[in-house]
Each structure stands twice: as C-alpha cells, then as structure tokens.
C-alpha cells in the first residue's frame, strides 16, 4: 500500500487523489474491486503492484473497455522514499493526462 503521507502531501500541493489507505471502505477491497471503484470515481491507480493491475489492464484491453489509467511504481523508489515519490507524481499530474487507458511508469 502507498504510504498515506504521499496522498497528502499531493493534496497539500492542490492534487485531487484518494488514497486507499486513509479511506476503510476501501481498504479490505481486493485489486479488482480498488480497479473498478477508480473507474466509477474517474482516477487513476497509483501502485506498487504491477503484475495484478497490468492484468487488469490487459483484460480491459481484451474486451474493448478502456479504464483512468495506472501509474506503476518501480523498485528505483524504495518503499520508504516519500519525498522522491511525491515528486515523481507532482511532476507527472503536472502534465497533460495521457489517453484514455493510459500506462505509466515511475
């Protein structure tokens, strides 16, 4: 799970995110179920778990759908490296949003 810090500090920058982990609905719900609440909500998925959102990317993909997006995460960003991290994604939702069904790595 991201840490909370990193959402608010986005947030203390003007970004709109939603973290996972301050949210208890949210938190029991398995990768598929967090994947389709971002798509109800119009966000992106923020992750350090490639292997389970790549598949749900490309299961969308197989069935025509698109879906807000994924920002992968790398290991080049230690679990810990909030500062790092926040500034990767700043940077990044600074920019022009990718296409629909866009993926992203950091």
Known sequence: MIPLAIARQLRDRGRDVVAVAE????????????????????????????????????EHRATGQTHAGLVLISNRFAPAAVGPLVRALDSFLAGEHPYPGFVHWL
Not at 44 to 53: E, K
């Open 23 to 58: 949210r208890p609905d949210l938190r029991s719900l398995s990768d598929r179920e967090v994947f389709a609440f971002a798509q109800v909500e119009g966000r992106a998925v923020v992750t350090r778990d490639r292997a389970d959102y790549l598949e749900l990317d490309r």
